[in-house]
């Protein structure tokens, strides 16, 4: 994991006394809300629906157990005993006082964390497939890219008041965990022929109110071009990029009405200016990163403890079969702690949890610990012989949920019960959802199935690239919950198609239900999944489905 | 064809809390919707909510709401994300739903 540098610790510590000055002068009246309120935004501080919200950087998801524990103090002294863990791998505390935001700074930056650039017109924090390094198809570990863009990206003079906000994510090349192809930039590690490490390079994707695929602009960029070819894209947006209209500021905005082709001609054409800037500093500074990021020393030991467990323990046995994914050492595994327990709020954990997940890093997983944008925690390197000893700490934490790529595992912002740009609640659906399907105890039957919620067409919770997307909306005077089909977030990128008119929070869960039964009905004898039967069969038969006017439930 | 008025009340958060507040009858910032002054006036709303902008500095994001007038002429919200602010979310009762008092002032209605 990345260590600060005496610069990087001063950087931030620096800031934390320039934003306590500007709360201060807040305070005693020196600054106006307007004056202030691109101040806080700087550092992460919205003001929300019932209070302020502070949203804290975790560069590509990586934690350590003091920083974890950190949140858990942070949030026991200065929010409400626990933490929401967003979908862009941040982390939120959803009720700090203004006065004591810059105690709460403080106390992070002496764990080398920050809140700076998770809001505003900037590049905001990098993300990074959250089994980065551990991953058994990965081509290179996206960490050191991903931690030289933030390196780059940070307090950049030229790009400090873009358009709009930038969103930059970085995959390992191999199963595209972070959603690249939706991203402002979407890096993703490749080599070319002769086995040179490099980038492919897409642009202009997003979600939002006009969902848009990232369009290739680079097959393969080597490595060293990197940064000089970011900061075109950068300029040439900066440039050109709309600032007249809010809604079309976005980069994919700028790059769907100028054209890829045009686009491209214009950054390859700013690119040999820049690439003379760079006299391989940032080379040397990603060497000086990547020692950082070197794999832990992995334990030789028996796996037989995992079998017996296996053999001896069903709740353990069924934890395997979905909470556990392949490493690339093979007496490893990398564990997903799901943060959805059955009826829960997606993402959202407890200080008593966030301690837990630190001790077992600490004592069992190489003191790595990821966010994903799944909003679950990710073990990255647990020895198998372990893995019984950790099942019973998460256990004994709440933190068992086998249930990691199954239909409670659906993400969701934190809509109207938090957010003031929310038109309708988003976790409501979610924990209905949860419960109906557990009731009915057909989660493995369903097998993998990614359902996706947002409170608005903001689309945080990422419902366009949902198997099945739920959007909430307000229509006359009420919630009501439009439903999209076929999104995939994945390499396999596409963006959910509406499927019809929307239905009220008490109809939203019998919709769904009747849409997983007649899945459940159609699927192949294979175990086809949904997203494969709804690309193999289309909309039609889930829409008839879906509006299927005897809207009977099926009891267990 | 005769139009319902529209009765708008004020709000705004706290400056230092963050709190959901509500423009009282007094002059100062209440944390209960039924001590909410009412304005039968959209003129007469609009421009009280001028001069909280320009001179109050103790909250922030001030900005009106509709009601309707419920018993004893309390109003009530209109829409539903007005009645969230009234609570706290929905999925954790840690809002002003759970509170007994905030900002050193016992609540009414738990």
Redesign the interface.
């Known amino acids: 994991m990345y260590n600060y540098t005496s610069f990087d610790k001063d950087f931030v510590a620096t800031r934390v006394t320039q934003f306590r000055d500007q709360v201060r002068r807040?305070?005693d009246?020196s600054l106006t809300?307007d004056e202030f309120r691109p101040l806080r935004l700087m550092n992460g501080l919205y003001?929300l629906?019932?209070?302020?919200m502070l949203r804290v950087a975790i560069p590509y998801g990586a934690l350590n157990s003091i920083q974890m524990r950190a949140l858990a103090d942070v949030a026991d002294r200065w929010d409400?005993g626990?933490v929401h863990f967003s979908t862009r791998q941040n982390v939120q505390f959803h009720?700090?006082?203004?006065?004591d935001v810059p105690d709460i700074l403080e106390a992070l930056a002496q764990v080398d964390m920050h809140a700076i650039q998770t809001s505003g017109s900037c590049i905001r924090s990098i993300t990074a497939d959250h089994f980065s390094g551990a991953s058994a198809t990965e081509i290179d570990d996206p960490r050191p890219t991903a931690e030289l863009v933030r390196q780059w990206s940070t307090d950049h003079p030229e790009f400090a008041f873009l358009p709009r906000k930038f969103k930059i994510a970085v995959t390992g090349g191999g199963e595209d965990q972070v959603v690249t192809k939706f991203n402002d930039i979407g890096l993703k590690m490749a080599r070319n022929a002769a086995g040179s490490p490099g980038y492919e390079v897409s642009v202009g994707g997003g979600l939002g109110r006009t969902p848009m695929i990232g369009k290739q602009l680079r097959g393969f960029l080597p490595s060293a071009d990197l940064l000089p070819y970011l900061e075109a894209i950068l300029q040439v947006y900066n440039q050109i990029g709309r600032r007249d209209n809010k809604y079309k500021a976005r980069i994919k905005i700028t790059v769907h009405e100028h054209g890829a082709e045009e686009f491209r001609r214009r950054v390859e054409e700013n690119f040999r200016l820049q690439v003379s800037r760079f006299d391989g500093a940032d080379q040397e500074a990603l060497a000086r990163i990547e020692a950082d990021f070197l794999p832990p020393v992995f334990k030789q030991a028996s796996t037989q403890k995992y079998a017996q467990a296996r053999d001896a323990d069903p709740f353990f046995r069924s934890f395997t079969k979905t909470n556990l994914h392949q490493h690339r050492n093979q007496d490893y595994a990398i564990v997903t702690v799901s943060l959805k327990p059955i009826g829960g709020?997606p993402g959202?954990a407890s200080t008593e949890q966030l301690r837990a997940l630190a001790d077992i890093a600490e004592r069992w997983g190489h003191d790595d610990l990821r966010v994903s944008h799944e909003q679950n925690i990710i073990l990255p390197h647990i020895h198998k012989g372990d893995l019984p000893d950790v099942y019973e700490a998460l256990r004994s934490a709440g933190l068992a949920t086998a249930n990691a790529g199954l239909i409670s595992d659906l993400i969701a912002c934190p809509g109207?019960?938090?957010c003031d740009l929310?038109t309708a609640?988003s976790?409501?659906v979610a924990?209905g959802i949860s419960k109906r399907f557990n009731e009915l105890k057909l989660e493995h039957d369903i097998g993998l199935i990614k359902i996706k919620i947002s409170g608005c067409i903001n689309a945080c919770g990422h419902h366009h690239i949902g198997h099945i997307g739920i959007l909430g909306l307000e229509k006359s005077?009420?919630?009501s919950y439009q439903i999209t089909l076929g999104g995939d977030g994945t390499e396999k990128a596409a963006i959910g198609k509406p499927i019809g008119p929307g239905f009220s929070a008490d109809e939203i869960i019998p919709a769904i239900e009747r849409l997983i039964f007649s899945y459940l009905a159609l699927k192949l004898d294979s175990g086809e999944s949904f997203i494969a039967a709804y690309r193999r069969l289309g909309p039609a038969p889930f829409k008839a489905a879906i509006y299927a006017k005897e809207s009977k439930t099926n009891d267990p | 064809m005769a139009t319902i008025p529209t009765i708008q009340i004020i709000t705004a958060n706290d400056l230092l809390s963050g709190e959901v507040v509500y423009l009282a009858e007094n002059g100062e910032w209440t944390i209960e919707h039924a001590e909410a002054i009412s304005f039968e006036t959209e003129l007469g709303a609009s421009s009280r909510l001028d001069d909280v902008m320009q001179l109050d500095p103790s909250v922030i994001g001030a900005y009106l709401v509709d009601v309707s007038l419920g018993e004893g002429n309390a109003p009530k919200p209109a829409h539903f994300r007005e009645t969230f602010r009234t609570t706290g979310p929905s999925n954790r009762f840690i809002g002003k739903q759970a509170a007994t008092s905030i900002n050193g002032r016992e609540l009414q209605n738990v």
């Open positions: 807040r305070i009246g809300e003001l629906l019932h209070a302020y409400k626990y009720w700090p006082k203004l006065l709020t959202d109207m019960d938090y929310a609640r976790t409501n924990q005077g009420v919630e």
